[in-house]
């Protein structure tokens, strides 16, 4: 089956500093890869879509500059979130679509001290 | 706006009786529906989906949901339900496009 991995699994880290969450398919090429986020007891949110070789495309209200996606290959897409405060602390999830169906990573836990 | 809805925030059954998830879903078009469980801290995990053909739907771990059009419904069951099935369920929708849109999960919980 299709597998989908992200790295790190949780991170803590310092308000002020930045930090990459990598999404890797592992068995397949993914044209596109989905960045999501959710809140304690809420929801996913998507944040953007990613596609390979070209800019993501974000979802409204979501800062571009502050979460900066890269997309270099059809395997690995990054999310960085810049100058992290504490406010962005939740749960990231990537995944990454084939024809209609998504697959999903295991999500990544950030807390921002 | 296309919009998925999921009424219950949390069902609670006993093991072995059979569960309901409910799903609600607005939208123009033939839609494209999926179910999805998600256990604590993990990422989503792939349960069924329907696209076309037959309403009734099976999916993994028992599961099948069925869908109908005329009350756009997507609800999602289980003949006897395991404790084992605890955890938090998604419905979403796209519309052959791969974004996906969700509704904002209901927990079910079974006692033994």
């Known amino acids: 089956g299709a597998v989908v991995s992200q790295h790190p699994s949780r991170v803590i880290c310092k308000s002020g500093t930045s930090v990459k969450i990598e999404c890797r398919s592992l068995?397949?090429?993914?044209?596109?890869m989905f960045w999501y986020r959710q809140f304690p007891k809420q929801s996913l949110m998507l944040m953007a879509t990613?596609?390979?070789?070209?800019?993501?495309?974000?979802e409204q209200g979501v800062e571009k500059d502050k979460f900066l996606i890269n997309h270099a290959s059809l395997t690995l897409s990054t999310l960085t979130v810049t100058s992290a405060h504490p406010e962005d602390s939740s749960f990231y999830i990537c995944?990454?679509?084939?024809?209609?169906?998504?697959?999903f990573g295991p999500g990544t836990r950030l807390t921002v001290l | 706006a296309q919009s998925v809805a999921q009424p219950e925030d949390q069902v609670n059954v006993a093991e072995g009786n059979p569960l309901t998830v409910k799903c609600t879903y607005s939208?123009?078009?033939?839609?494209?529906l999926f179910w999805y469980v998600q256990y604590p801290n993990r990422g989503l995990q792939f349960l069924l989906k329907?696209?076309?053909?037959?309403?009734l739907v099976k999916g993994s771990y028992g599961f099948e949901a069925e869908f109908n059009k005329s009350q756009t419904s997507f609800h999602l069951k289980k003949p006897s339900a395991l404790v084992s099935d605890s955890a938090l369920y998604f419905c979403?929708?796209?519309?052959?496009?791969?974004?996906?849109?969700f509704g904002t999960g209901t927990r079910l919980l079974v006692s033994p």
């Open positions: 329907y696209i076309t053909g037959d309403n």
């Open positions: 995944s990454a679509g084939i024809g209609d169906e998504q697959f």
């Open positions: 979403a929708v796209n519309w052959g496009f791969q974004k996906l849109v």
């Open positions: 939208v123009s078009g033939n839609p494209y």
């Open positions: 990613s596609n390979e070789g070209s800019k993501a495309t974000y």
């Open positions: 068995d397949f090429q993914a044209t596109t």
